[in-house]
Structure formats: C-alpha cells, structure tokens
C-alpha cells in the first residue's frame, strides 16, 4: 500500500508538470499529431501518439487502442498474485466498458480515470486491488468508491525466444558411432515453435520429448530435446550439429578420440646359460593401449630382428592395438657373453638381454700376488673361517663369474698378497694365523 501511494503522488507530479496545452492537434500533453514518438522522462517511458492520446510502450506494446494480436485476449484469474508480464498488453473493465493501462510494470498496470471528478488510477499485481488518485487529493479503494474491476485481459505478444541451454560438447568419442546428446527442457515461450537440426556430416537428428528421431517439428514449453549424429571416422574429427529453436540456436560438437601411439608396458623375458652362436626368439608379447598403427624397431647386438603378429622378421614395421611381437637374435661366440636387443614401439622401449653359458672354473686364491679388481682372497682374523659371502666376492665381483659354488680354506701364508678387511687395499705380508680362502670353484665365469 505504501508502494503504491508513493508512486500515485509522484503521477500527481507528473500530471501536474504536463497541464493541458491547446487540443486542436491530435494528442496533448503535449500537443502533438499522430504517429510521433517522445521520451517521457517522468514516466521513464517511450510514449507515441496514436491520433487521440498518449500510449505508452513498455513491454513493446504497439497500440492501446488498436486490436493487436487480438484472437488472443485470454482471461486473467482476479485472485492470481503473480506479477504482471511486460510483454502483454491488458485490459480491464469497469461498470460496462473496457480500459487500457498507460503504463504497465510487473507489479502495477497505471490508468487514466474513466470516471469523472477522478484524475487516475492503479491496479496492483498481487491484490489486484484499485487504487485511485481524486481530484482533491484522497486515494480511495475498491470499496465501491468510485467503482471495482469486474473483469481483466491479456493479450501477450509471442515469445519465440526460449531461456538458455546448453548441450554439451562431447570429445574421444570412438569413430563412426552415433552419439547421443545430454537432454535439455525447454522453457521460456509461450506458444509453439519449430525446431529443425542440420549438419554437414553424420546425419544429426532430433527427438522432442523423447518421440521419434527427426530432422525438424514443433515443440512447446516444457518439452525435451535431444540430439544425436554419427561420429566422424578420422582422429580429432569434429562434427558440428546446428539446432534452431524459435529465434534461438546452438551448436553441438562431437570430436573423436586423439590418436594414441604410446602402449603399455610391456616386458621380454631375459635369457642366460645359451648356447654360442644359436638365433634364440623371445616370449611373445600383446601390445596394448594404443588405438592407431604405431611404428616399431628393434635394434642392438647380434643382428637382432623384430615379428609382428606372427609375420615376417623384420627390423621396423608398423604394429595396432592387440599385435603380437616378438624378438630373435644370435648369442654371442664365448662363454658368459650378453647381447641385448632394444625394442621400440612408439616411444616406450625395452630391452631384451641373451647371456651365453659361463663355464666353471676353480681359482687357487693363495698363488694370488696382487689384488684383482679390488679383491685378493677372503680371510677372518684368528680361529674363525672365511664365510660364503667372502668367498662369492671372489668370483662375482673379482673373477666376473655368476655365482661361487665352493671354497676351501687354509691358513694364511706369510708373504703373500692379502686384501684389507672388507676388500680392502692390498698388503704385501699376509698375517700369520689368519684363516683364509684356498681354492673358490665359481660358475658362468667368461
């Protein structure tokens, strides 16, 4: 209520501030003919002059007078409290005639007063309840004073627009496929529209509220719509489906999946104790998670040589996802000899190692004059004998042997080389007493 007081004594203003001027032209108030268009600054409101008044045109309401769109004068509930649409142009009546706002808001439809000794009115959205300015300054209500609204209409203009949407973009869509869209309701207009769907590629469809796959229809506020189009057959391949909808429209894009050349991993089993000179193959593996043809090497000693998928040997090639690979090459010619091929399938390597049979051999460690890699012999100060550890660094880490099988031990000498504690340096006199290895017997020694 107190809204609306304000806003009738600041039209009082208004009324006051354009006082009639001559009425010999078509409207007054000022004076002007039809068809002219003014800015009222009070009113903040464009106004144009339709031969006998002052029409005001929020909402983009054309004519107060004239019959626009008027098959579609539709009812309005009295009791309704919802907000008045700017995009409708009403009507009320009063006793037996019909009336037109002059200004329309959401929340109040302004009027000239077409009852005498009353300068204007307002009519709120919630209450729909009168409110009218008196020539002597009263506001009266619709107590009978000077008279109720009996009746109300709209006329809307069309809206054709809808609220914003989205379907969203999809990417690594697997080739030649048809993807279907996420599903949006449509809202926002308020009679039917057409909705049509084109694209160059992938004959994209639409379905409205779920029905059949289509090409075009109509659709209505509070439908679905959903899409669909065939993925290309290339990677990275984007396919653009355009959607008119009323005086809207949206792209849709489906790009297929980037193409991926990098595989798992993959492992070739090592081999040792080979015989010389023999072409060995490897294990077969399975390359996996690449989705394009990828190429493949393999290079290294023993003219090493590369299969795929059970073809032909060769030493490059290109290999698809769920291809088998294998390697063959020649050992080497001496005993404990490794040759190694590297494979590469689009940048992830592995290395596969073939190691000739070492022979055994048996070192008398105590005619040793001089260490050997660091290493002389193996000895324990006092009563105590050498131990297994000792013994294996004469073979693995001096000798270059795979493993040590045995050993014997002995005094230790006066006068022969012996290594420090833990490998230590050399020293040209053993110590007396010291129980040191006599003969170690290593194996897969070159």
Same mark, same amino acid.
Request: with cysteine.
């Given at each position: 209520?107190?809204?609306?007081?304000?806003?009738?004594?600041?039209?009082?203003?208004?009324?006051?501030?354009?006082?009639?001027?001559?009425?010999?032209?078509?409207?007054?108030?000022?004076?002007?003919?039809?068809?002219?268009?003014?800015?009222?600054?009070?009113?903040?409101?464009?106004?144009?002059?339709?031969?006998?008044?002052?029409?005001?045109?929020?909402?983009?309401?054309?004519?107060?007078?004239?019959?626009?769109?008027?098959?579609?004068?539709?009812?309005?509930?009295?009791?309704?409290?919802?907000?008045?649409?700017?995009?409708?142009?009403?009507?009320?009546?009063?006793?037996?005639?019909?009336?037109?706002?002059?200004?329309?808001?959401?929340?109040?439809?302004?009027?000239?007063?077409?009852?005498?000794?009353?300068?204007?009115?307002?009519?709120?959205?919630?209450?729909?309840?009168?409110?009218?300015?008196?020539?002597?300054?009263?506001?009266?209500?619709?107590?009978?004073?000077?008279?109720?609204?009996?009746?109300?209409?709209?006329?809307?203009?069309?809206?054709?627009?809808?609220?914003?949407?989205?379907?969203?973009?999809?990417?690594?869509?697997?080739?030649?496929?048809?993807?279907?869209?996420? !599903?949006? /309701?449509?809202?926002?207009?308020?009679? @039917? +529209?057409? %909705? #049509?769907?084109? *694209?160059?590629?992938?004959?994209?469809?639409?379905?409205?509220?779920?029905?059949?796959?289509?090409?075009?229809?109509?659709?209505?506020?509070?439908?679905?719509?959903?899409?669909?189009?065939?993925?290309?057959?290339?990677?990275?391949?984007?396919?653009?489906?355009?959607?008119?909808?009323?005086?809207?429209?949206?792209?849709?894009?489906?790009?297929?999946?980037?193409?991926?050349?990098?595989?798992?991993?993959?492992?070739?089993?090592?081999?040792?104790?080979?015989?010389?000179?023999?072409?060995?193959?490897?294990?077969?593996? !399975?390359? /996996?998670?690449?989705?394009?043809?990828? @190429? +493949?090497? %393999? #290079?290294?000693? *023993?003219?090493?040589?590369?299969?795929?998928?059970?073809?032909?040997?060769?030493?490059?090639?290109?290999?698809?996802?769920?291809?088998?690979?294998?390697?063959?090459?020649?050992?080497?010619?001496?005993?404990?000899?490794?040759?190694?091929?590297?494979?590469?399938?689009?940048?992830?390597?592995?290395?596969?190692?073939?190691?000739?049979?070492?022979?055994?051999?048996?070192?008398?460690?105590?005619?040793?004059?001089?260490?050997?890699?660091?290493?002389?012999?193996?000895?324990?100060?006092?009563?105590?004998?050498?131990?297994?550890?000792?013994?294996?660094?004469?073979?693995?880490?001096?000798?270059?042997?795979?493993?040590?099988?045995?050993?014997?031990?002995?005094?230790?000498?006066?006068?022969?080389?012996?290594?420090?504690?833990?490998?230590?340096?050399?020293?040209?006199?053993?110590?007396?007493?010291?129980?040191?290895?006599?003969?170690?017997?290593?194996?897969?020694?070159?």
């Amino acid at each position: 209520m107190g809204f609306i007081r304000i806003f009738l004594a600041f039209m009082v203003l208004v009324f006051c501030a354009t006082a009639a001027q001559t009425a010999m032209a078509d409207c007054a108030n000022p004076v002007a003919e039809e068809g002219v268009m003014v800015y009222n600054t009070n009113l903040k409101t464009m106004q144009f002059c339709n031969g006998t008044s002052w029409v005001s045109m929020v909402g983009g309401i054309s004519s107060s007078n004239s019959e626009f769109l008027s098959t579609k004068w539709e009812t309005v509930d009295l009791s309704d409290t919802a907000n008045f649409d700017t995009l409708c142009e009403y009507r009320f009546q009063i006793g037996a005639s019909w009336h037109r706002p002059v200004v329309v808001t959401i929340s109040t439809l302004l009027f000239d007063a077409p009852i005498a000794d009353w300068k204007f009115g307002a009519i709120e959205a919630t209450s729909k309840d009168e409110y009218w300015y008196r020539n002597d300054g009263n506001i009266a209500t619709t107590s009978g004073t000077p008279a109720p609204v009996a009746a109300m209409q709209k006329n809307c203009l069309d809206d054709v627009e809808p609220d914003a949407f989205t379907f969203n973009d999809v990417t690594n869509a697997t080739q030649d496929t048809v993807i279907t869209s996420n !599903t949006v /309701t449509i809202t926002g207009i308020n009679m @039917p +529209v057409t %909705v #049509s769907i084109s *694209g160059a590629e992938g004959t994209p469809e639409l379905s409205i509220n779920g029905g059949p796959w289509v090409t075009s229809g109509m659709i209505v506020s509070g439908q679905t719509l959903q899409l669909r189009v065939t993925s290309g057959t290339g990677f990275s391949n984007i396919r653009t489906s355009v959607m008119s909808i009323g005086s809207a429209s949206a792209e849709w894009n489906v790009t297929t999946e980037a193409a991926d050349g990098a595989p798992d991993a993959f492992t070739f089993t090592d081999l040792t104790g080979q015989a010389f000179n023999t072409l060995l193959t490897s294990n077969t593996v !399975t390359i /996996t998670g690449i989705n394009a043809g990828t @190429p +493949v090497s %393999v #290079s290294g000693d *023993g003219s090493p040589e590369i299969s795929i998928n059970g073809g032909v040997w060769v030493t490059s090639g290109t290999i698809e996802d769920g291809q088998s690979l294998q390697i063959r090459l020649t050992s080497g010619n001496a005993y404990a000899v490794t040759r190694v091929a590297t494979v590469d399938v689009g940048g992830i390597t592995d290395g596969w190692s073939v190691k000739t049979v070492g022979q055994t051999q048996a070192y008398n460690v105590n005619s040793q004059t001089g260490c050997i890699n660091g290493y002389c012999n193996c000895h324990t100060s006092g009563s105590g004998s050498p131990n297994a550890a000792k013994a294996t660094t004469i073979c693995v880490n001096q000798r270059g042997c795979e493993a040590m099988s045995s050993f014997t031990t002995a005094n230790g000498p006066i006068g022969k080389k012996q290594c420090g504690w833990n490998g230590g340096g050399c020293f040209t006199n053993g110590w007396a007493g010291n129980k040191i290895c006599n003969t170690v017997t290593c194996t897969g020694c070159p």
